[in-house]
Structure formats: C-alpha cells, structure tokens
C-alpha cells in the first residue's frame, strides 16, 4: 500500500449523487490524502461507484462494506481503528455531501503538523 501518511474518512449512505465529485476532489488537492469510504450498505450503488473509481486511484481508495446501516458513530471507529492498524499518522473525518470543504483539509492538516497541534477542529 502506498501510504500517504494522511488520511481521510469518508462514512457513506445512499451518498452515489455526491461521491464520485468527492473522491476527485479530495484527489485534486496539492496535498495528497488517501481516501477510506465506509459504506453502509447503501441500496442506491454507492458503493458500486466507489469500486469502479477504485481502478482509477489503486493504493489510495479504499472501501469497507458493511452489511446494514450501523450509523456514524461505529463508521467512524470502524475507520479508525483501520487507519491506525495501518500506521496513518494524520486522520481526518468528513461528510460526503460537501458540508465540509474538502480544501479545508490541507490546513487542518498544516495546523497539526506545522503549528505543533495534535487535534485541529473545522
């Protein structure tokens, strides 16, 4: 795997409008990000998109399919917990329907390893 040392997670339900604009955008920043959709087995083929992208961006999307809607909350454990079993030193979490700016995640970045930080908050 080539790990970028940057992650971010990305929970997902019946997300298939949205997502695909989202990986590439978080794909088209200046700073590279590795990308972990968690997918709650979304009945509209989310993550059927996600698998289709998956040859496009090898080693750097990554999906974890659950078997029913288990929430947010134990998404992002789940993502965790896989992030660091796999040595990220930076982990962010985010939404997929753009309600938080994907180019915010360069300085929350920049803010924990420039300014020293070990939690930045968007």
């Known amino acids: 795997m080539k790990n970028q040392n940057r992650l971010v997670i990305i929970p997902t339900y019946n997300e298939k409008e949205n997502i695909e604009r989202m990986v590439r955008k978080v794909f088209s920043l200046t700073l590279p990000f590795d990308?972990?959709?968690i997918d709650d087995n979304s009945p509209d083929g989310t993550a059927?998109?996600?698998k289709s992208l998956q040859?496009?961006?090898p080693n750097q999307l990554f999906l974890l399919e659950r078997k029913g809607k288990?929430?947010?909350?134990?998404a992002y454990i789940t993502g965790f917990k896989w992030a660091l079993e796999r040595d990220y030193e930076y982990i962010c979490e985010m939404d997929a329907d753009f309600s938080h700016n994907?180019?915010?995640?360069i300085s929350l970045h920049e803010a924990c390893e420039k300014g020293g930080a070990?939690?930045?908050i968007g």
């Open 70 to 74: 288990l929430g947010l909350g134990t």
């Open 35 to 37: 990308l972990l959709i």
């Open 102 to 105: 994907p180019e915010d995640l």
């Open 55 to 57: 040859k496009e961006y």
């Open 118 to 120: 070990d939690l930045s």
């Open 48 to 50: 059927d998109v996600i």
